[in-house]
């Protein structure tokens, strides 16, 4: 196995832009909002500006791609879009860490993520092609994901009603991207990489833990937005029983 040290990364380029972005939001368009909420609106408002184009950046590289492999050695677009989504966690890690160093699941999810992404980019240097594909699918649902979280923090009687007029849909896109084409992609990802197929570019112990956090990260993604779905349920069920009184 080859492993580069990485001279051209964009990695600290991307880390000062999210951490502007990040105190943009902090300190000016959040300064309002009650200082509960100003450090998730603040992770809100940088995820937005991840998670629409680090999608349109993963389109670009896989269409670029010379081949669709498991295997498959990284792109230079690879490894920028790669840099771009490491900063990114990188930064909310820090949010956590600082802010809110209680939430463990987030936590252990950003350390968890970001070993998958830096192991492929600067240990084994293959296996984009399956990470691109999964950071799509997961990411596809940003923008809905971020504003139904920043209506429901704002508190106010519009916040609210946006919040309501987006769980149904955003519910939705994220069961298709989360709860069906991830799990289909994941296994035939994880059943290409069980096998040894790419046993001669990416070490077995490797292969095995990105299953292991890519599956446990579906699994958790699942039994969230099934959490949600039933107290959508339960509040539908509670108003069309308050209207029949």
Known sequence: ???????????????????????????????????????DASSSFISLFHGTPAVLLSVFALLNQPSWSFASP????????????????????????ILIPRDYLFIAHHLAT??????CRCLVL????????????????????????LSRLQQTESSAKLHQFLSLPFYTLYTIMRGFAGPLFFYKMSAYYLSGKAGDVIPCWVSILWVIIIGSAIGVSILWISNHWAELHNERRYDAEKKQR
């Not at 970001?114 to 192991?119: H, M, R």
């Not at 293959?126 to 979280?149: D, K």
Request: negative net charge; aromatic residues 20%.
């Open 1 to 39: 196995m080859e492993t580069l040290i990485v001279y051209n990364s964009l990695f600290p380029s991307f880390f000062l832009m999210f951490c502007l972005i990040y105190l943009v939001g902090y300190f000016i368009v959040f300064r309002n909002w009650n200082p509960k909420h100003r450090p």
């Open 74 to 97: 990284n792109t230079e677009i690879d490894n920028l879009v790669l840099d771009f989504s490491i900063a990114y966690f990188t930064v909310d890690l820090l949010h956590y860490l």
């Open 114 to 119: 970001l070993f998958v992404f830096i192991t």
């Open 126 to 149: 293959h296996g984009s092609f399956a990470l691109l594909v999964l950071l799509v699918l997961a990411e596809i649902t940003s923008p809905f994901q971020n504003i139904w979280t």
